[in-house]
């Protein structure tokens, strides 16, 4: 009935109020950084994969657009996608039809195809280019139903979105210490998030970046289980050898009384 009263008390998300509040600095998000953090706009970087589409009318005043270029492909599974869409190179490029490399790094979807506009007036009249980054995405690794990679749709996502597409915790996650890995793997920011608190939501940030590693840890209770899974073979296989002698010896014990 203990360990039950625990248990429950951690599987429940955001529960009231803690009157203590939050003490873990991890998770404290400043106004500044939340503000940041609800307006940002990933930028294209190298071996980010592009769906790059330019349009031209098909004739003299007609409204009618045509595709010279769908850089798009047909598969839109993200952990298949090694040859879909246009590569940026190492130097920040793609190589296109009548422009050669063209530098795309450092800029957003809406910037890039503005500059990929402005290059093709130069050969074309009146194009249009829409660019689409195809391979952002969120890295879901630990105590959830589908570890794996979860596809960045709407540009951003909550961190309660991502756990939900991951097909939600398992019984044995730890509920109360989920870590967002983000940046430079060799010196990384790691925010830690309980979503048992309603307090969190006041003082932390729940929005997702691209490339961002969520690791929902187990409890402690999954290792003691693995260990009790090691070790019971070795009883089950003591007790196999002595429960003979025990009736035997019980059969002996019954004879002489």
């Known amino acids: ?7 429950t008390k951690n599987d429940r998300l955001f529960q009231n109020k803690n009157s203590n509040g939050i003490k ?15 307006t940002f706009e990933y930028k294209i970087a190298a071996n980010d994969r592009l ?25 839109t599974d993200i952990e298949n996608q090694e040859n879909v869409g246009l590569l940026v190179t190492q130097d920040g490029t793609v190589r296109l039809p009548l422009l050669g490399s063209i ?30 980054i195809m391979n952002q995405r969120i890295i879901v690794v630990g105590e959830v139903k589908r570890p794996g990679i979860v596809p960045i749709v709407n540009g951003t996502m909550s961190l309660v979105e991502v756990i939900s597409r991951s097909g939600d915790m398992t019984d044995l996650a730890e509920r109360t210490n989920i870590k967002i890995i983000r940046g430079d793997l060799r010196s990384p920011e790691v925010r830690i998030i309980d979503l048992t608190k309603l307090d969190i939501l006041e003082v932390s940030s729940l ?43 019980t059969l002996i014990g019954s004879t002489l009384d």
């Open 1 to 7: 009935m203990l360990f039950s009263g625990c248990s």
């Open 24 to 38: 873990d600095t991890k998770s404290i998000v400043t106004q500044e950084q939340y503000k940041n953090e609800m």
């Open 51 to 75: 769906s790059i589409m330019v349009y031209i009318q098909s004739g003299a005043g007609s409204q009618q657009m045509n595709s010279i270029l769908a850089s798009k492909g047909i598969n």
């Open 103 to 132: 530098k795309v790094t450092g800029l957003t979807q809406d910037e890039a195809s503005k500059l990929l506009i402005d290059e093709y007036k130069k050969f074309i009249r009146n194009p249009y280019v829409t660019v689409e």
């Open 207 to 249: 929005l997702l970046k691209p490339n961002d590693i969520v690791y929902v840890q187990p409890r402690n209770m999954k290792g003691y289980n693995k260990v009790f899974a090691e070790i019971a073979p070795f009883f089950n296989m003591a007790s196999s050898v002595l429960n003979p002698v025990v009736q035997y010896k």
